[in-house]
């Protein structure tokens, strides 16, 4: 080989190797200055990950998904769907029995996470469900509750949804059942440092653990509050349809405040005694879709609530209770709703004490059976 063909091979090859060290160099400082689209944070998550630093819930387990995953044995076991996800049943390593709330990364921008974890995590109390840990893995976020074997009040109290092998309560548990939810709402509103509105009151959001205790759970549409502040703003209703509060969905009705978690409360105890939604289309005759109307009415008529003969004078003074409790707390005016340190007043004190409040004015309008559905907004 000549000295010349030597020399340019040699040129060549120092030309590659120039270039070959040019481009690591480039590729070096690029990966410096930015990451793989594949690999990019959203603002969202960005937003997320900066809420759990700064909020600082130290209390909580952080697992990851695959954790998650399994802990639930890959979600096999279903226990229900809410409105921002399924939630699923799992096993702890140690043995205990969760909850596993998988929300939906398509609905909204993480603001149920945010809600859930800055509220409930504030929370301490035997009719507030526990938040023991969580998982925020980019898009995949999760929420891990105590497990409550007797599922949602929703079951036990709507004929077309009781199991077949679910025994109905008596009326001595439902009425302990609506003074348990009475004082978890009461400490929701006055016992926390600061206070925390639910807006999503309702039996499917009220847990039962092995004794039939009640636990308010779900507050991906909670909002805190300063307590000594008597509302609040606003932007869009929020709540299931059924159970808001007339003025949160027009300020003409007035100012939104805790006031608007009494009306869904006295909803909810009109359908546990009712055994019955409140707005029930199926039923033949008009006057009585409206169960509070109904139940009203023969009240003010009779002074007779249709009720079976055969109760006992104890059951009957529950029953009159729940049902007068209820109405004054879906009165129309929000100033006209008792609190729920009232509302406990009421229910634990004598039922001569109790007097007949006035018709609601605002009365729910019969809707169809796809309207009827449980929508959250």
Not at 37 to 50: G, I, R, S, V
Not at 88 to 107: D, F, P
Request: hydrophobic share 35%; proline share 5%; net charge positive.
């Amino acid at each position: 080989m000549n000295t010349r063909l030597i020399a340019g091979l040699g040129a060549l090859g120092l030309g590659v190797l120039l270039t070959s060290i040019t481009i690591c160099c480039l590729g070096s400082k690029r990966s410096t200055t930015s990451t793989p689209f594949f690999m990019k944070k959203t603002k969202n998550e960005h937003d997320l990950e900066a809420f759990v630093k700064n909020y600082g819930p130290l209390l909580l387990n952080r697992y990851k998904f695959s954790d998650v995953k399994k802990f639930t044995n890959s979600f096999k076991v279903k226990l229900g769907q809410g409105g921002y996800g399924g939630v699923y049943k799992g096993e702890l390593l140690n043995g205990r029995l969760v909850a596993v709330k998988v929300l939906n990364a398509s609905k909204g921008n993480g603001d149920e996470f945010i809600n859930e974890v800055s509220s409930i995590s504030r929370t301490s109390h035997v009719n507030i469900v526990t938040l023991l840990g969580f998982c925020l893995e980019g898009q995949k976020r999760a929420l891990i509750y105590e497990f409550m074997p007797n599922g949602s009040l929703e079951k036990f109290i709507h004929g077309d949804n009781m199991e077949t092998t679910t025994m109905p309560l008596g009326l001595e548990k439902l009425f302990q059942i609506a003074i348990g939810i009475a004082r978890g709402l009461e400490y929701l509103h006055r016992g926390c440092n600061t206070r925390i509105l639910h807006f999503d009151i309702k039996p499917h959001n009220i847990l039962l653990d092995e004794n039939f205790s009640p636990k308010i759970s779900d507050f991906g549409l909670a909002k805190l509050s300063p307590r000594n502040e008597s509302s609040i703003s606003m932007a869009v209703a929020r709540g299931t349809i059924g159970y808001i509060a007339p003025e949160v969905f027009s300020r003409n009705f007035g100012v939104v405040s805790h006031k608007s978690d009494v009306y869904s409360y006295g909803m909810m105890i009109l359908e546990m005694v009712g055994g019955r939604k409140n707005i029930d289309v199926r039923i033949s005759n008009t006057s009585e879709i409206y169960f509070p109307h109904w139940i009203y009415k023969r009240l003010e008529k009779h002074n007779d609530l249709g009720f079976p003969i055969n109760m006992t004078i104890e059951e009957t003074a529950m029953v009159r209770k729940m049902i007068l409790v209820g109405l004054w707390c879906i009165q129309t005016n929000p100033s006209d709703r008792p609190s729920m340190s009232k509302v406990i007043e009421m229910l634990e004190g004598n039922l001569e004490a109790l007097q007949i409040p006035p018709k609601p004015f605002l009365s729910s309008p019969p809707r169809s059976p796809a309207e009827e559905s449980s929508t959250t907004y």
